[in-house]
T-cell receptor
Framework: GQNIDQPTEMTATEGAIVQINCTYQ??????LFWYQQHAGEAPTFLSY??LDGLEEKGRFSSFLSRSKGYSYLLLKELQMKDSASYLC??????????WGAGTKLIIKP | GAGVSQSPSNKVTEKGKDVELRCDPI?????LYWYRQSLGQGLEFLIY????????KSGLPSDRFSAERTGGSVSTLTIQRTQQEDSAVYLC??????????????FGSGTRLTVV
């Protein structure tokens, strides 16, 4: 079966750095996505990785290791508005996104 | 349109009634997805349409659920004889197949369904 695992909840302090991990086992691999979802809102696209390595985009970076079936999302200089759920999703061989359950990130002052 | 549009944004219905949820994808997007999300939970895949191909209905939880996509554009998700466990936010997303790698899906704002 296909499976994506990420922590249910994490807490971090404003101004700090947090790393949200995601491990996956899927039928084929055509890339990995990170989405952000604020409470009561639809998910919005953050990043896409298909090759190994680190992709940096402002305060957010995403890393992928295909051999390990592993990714992480790194958030720097945390702001209160970063409090949200972060969803990891893998594009499988049929070009469908397989979703993790999401990590709820709580930012404390 | 500029984005994925869903209607209604909120729907309260009595148990046993039928409901129809509508999704207008971004113009030109060939792929359309329906998901369900219960409070505090992840996304549950329901159904997937891609162009003129037969839809992937593998995620529909029971035969009370059905969906169609007319003319390769607008989609309607129908839930018959609603039950309280159907209460959730129903999200629609679309993507242009060739660009799904770079941009993923674009989601609508969802329909919050409450069955009382």
């Amino acid at each position: 079966g296909q499976n994506i695992d990420q922590p249910t909840e994490m807490t971090a302090t404003e101004g700090a750095i947090v790393q949200i991990n995601c491990t996956y086992q899927t039928s084929g691999f055509n890339g990995l996505f990170w989405y952000q979802q604020h409470a009561g809102e639809a998910p919005t696209f953050l990043s896409y990785n298909v090759l190994d390595g680190l992709e940096e985009k402002g305060r957010f970076s995403s890393f992928l290791s295909r051999s390990k079936g592993y990714s992480y999302l790194l958030l720097k200089e945390l702001q209160m508005k970063d409090s949200a759920s972060y969803l990891c999703a893998v594009l499988d061989s049929n070009y469908q996104l397989i979703w993790g359950a999401g990590t709820k990130l709580i930012i404390k002052p | 349109g500029a984005g994925v549009s869903q209607s209604p944004s909120n729907k309260v219905t009595e148990k046993g009634k039928d409901v129809e949820l509508r999704c207008d994808p971004i113009s030109g997007h060939t792929a359309l997805y329906w998901y369900r999300q219960s409070l505090g939970q992840g996304l549950e895949f329901l159904i997937y349409f891609q162009g003129n191909s037969a839809p992937d209905k593998s995620g529909l939880p029971s035969d009370r659920f059905s969906a169609e996509r007319t003319g390769g554009s607008v989609s309607t998700l129908t839930i018959q004889r609603t039950q309280q466990e159907d209460s959730a936010v129903y999200l629609c997303a679309s993507s242009p197949r060739l660009e799904v790698r770079a941009r993923g899906y674009t989601f609508g704002s969802g329909t919050r369904l409450t069955v009382v």
